[in-house]
């Protein structure tokens, strides 16, 4: 799939580790001294390249129906994680960092007097232990770590384990759930949807319309931005006249500041140059919806939810 957004992530910012082997996903760029996560199908569209658009909407689509347990998995073959954290293990382990590493490395491994331990290649080059275990029982001496060597190796591959989650925690977005987003006001909710909506859609829009919808989320997601794929009737649309020719008209694929890509009623791919004397009149079915999300409140967002979470 295509690129649409790219989203960067630098070392100091911990949220995305860097590191020579562990990271080996087909979304990530490397650059020197990190990697650069792009292309996570999650990530909305920017253009309005329709086709392209499309494809990605399919993407996002897919992404948004998966469970949290699939959003997870999805995202971690794409990321290139590398192996999945034993969280028994890793509930094991966490007392025994707590009571060994955390003055120094943090209660969650992201630094305290000492480094961070997400970005430790290390860490980022282990799976299970295999790697850390040898380097634990060493430390560093020299640098102030002490050595671990009178440490039973389950203790020794429980802190592994730990580690493991933490760069889980922070890396794979797909494992983040989204809580009860339930909380607004569905009377005010129902104020609201008269009051914006009904300008342009009817009582038969929102009809039974949180039973479409597997999560709240979802429908939060779907009325504030519904996905023009599959439905020709949200199409972004164009009549272009020339400048010494006839109007031609039909669904927008491309449009730059240069020059518009159409496809007219009977398939033709029509490009046309933005020069001097070509009026170009676009019409977007979202437009509204547009303009609403620059004055939609968090409030409003949660009323109107809560209202349309009722109309099942």
Same mark, same amino acid.
């Not at 650059?31 to 086709?51: F, T």
């Not at 331990?117 to 232990?129: K, P, Q, R, Y």
């Given at each position: ?17 860097? *590191? ?5 996903? =087909? ?11 792009? /292309? ?19 993407? !996002? ?6 469970? =949290? ?15 999945? =954290? ?8 966490? =007392? ?18 000492? &480094? ?50 933490? !760069? ?30 009904? *300008? ?15 999560? &709240? ?9 519904? *996905?023009? *794929? ?19 008209? /039909? ?24 020069? &001097? ?36």
């Amino acid at each position: 799939m295509e690129k649409l957004a790219v989203q960067e992530r630098v070392r100091n910012d911990r949220s995305i580790p860097c *590191s020579r082997r562990r990271w080996r996903g =087909p979304g990530l760029l490397r650059v020197p001294g990190c990697l650069l996560a792009g /292309g996570i199908v999650a990530l909305a569209a920017a253009s309005i390249g329709q086709q392209t658009q499309n494809a990605g909407e399919d993407g !996002v689509r897919q992404y948004q129906n998966m469970t =949290p347990e699939q959003r997870a998995a999805a995202t971690r073959q794409f990321l290139g994680l590398g192996a999945v =954290p034993d969280k028994a293990a890793a509930a094991r382990g966490a =007392p025994v960092y707590q009571g060994n590493c955390a003055f120094c490395h943090g209660p969650q491994a992201r630094g305290a007097t000492g &480094p961070g331990l997400i970005t430790s290649d290390e860490v980022l080059g282990d799976d299970h232990g295999e790697h850390l275990l040898p380097f634990l029982r060493k430390g560093r001496p020299d640098k102030g770590m002490p050595a671990f060597a009178t440490m039973p190796d389950e203790e020794l591959r429980d802190i592994a384990e730990f580690l493991h989650l933490q !760069v889980e925690e922070v890396a794979n977005r797909g494992a983040y759930r989204v809580l009860n987003i339930l909380v607004g006001n569905a009377a005010k909710g129902q104020e609201y949807v008269v009051a914006h909506c009904m *300008s342009c859609h009817t009582a038969e829009t929102f009809a039974h319309i949180a039973a479409k919808f597997r999560s &709240p989320d979802q429908l939060q997601r779907a009325w504030i931005w519904p *996905s023009r *794929s599959g439905d020709e009737r949200l199409a972004v649309t164009a009549a272009v006249k020339t400048a010494d020719g006839p109007t031609i008209a /039909g669904r927008v694929t491309q449009v730059s500041d240069f020059r518009i890509t159409l496809v007219d009623g009977a398939g033709q791919t029509h490009v046309i140059d933005r020069e &001097p004397g070509v009026d170009v009149r676009m019409n977007d079915p979202l437009a509204a919806h547009q303009q609403m999300i620059l004055t939609l409140t968090n409030d409003g967002m949660h009323n109107v939810t809560a209202y349309l979470d009722t109309l099942k």
